[in-house]
């Protein structure tokens, strides 16, 4: 019974475990450069694309948002 007491809670789910491993695969310079691969992707292909669709107006207006949402996310501490 008293190694039980002692023991660590598992992470809901089992994911912890999951993420920590996946993330000590990955190289360290992974972790940016697919945030800023991401963010050309939008620019190259999304904003034409939402340009062709909607117009200027709101293809730049969603770009911005969308960049705005994006960026906030991935500085957040």
Same mark, same amino acid.
Not at 14 to 19: S, V
């Given at each position: 019974?008293?190694?039980s007491a002692s023991a660590k809670p598992r992470p809901r789910g089992?994911? #912890?475990? +999951? +993420?920590a491993a996946a993330?000590?695969?990955a190289p360290a310079w992974l972790? +940016? $450069?697919w945030k800023?691969? !991401?963010l050309v992707a939008i620019v190259t292909i999304g904003l034409p694309l *939402?340009? *062709? !669709?909607f117009g200027e =107006? =709101?293809? !730049? !207006?969603g770009l911005a948002a969308l960049i705005g949402f994006l960026v #906030? +996310? $991935?500085t957040a501490a």
């Open positions: 019974m008293a190694s089992g994911q #912890g475990t +999951r +993420r993330k000590a695969r972790g +940016r $450069w800023i691969a !991401l *939402a340009h *062709a !669709l =107006v =709101v293809a !730049l !207006l #906030g +996310r $991935w």
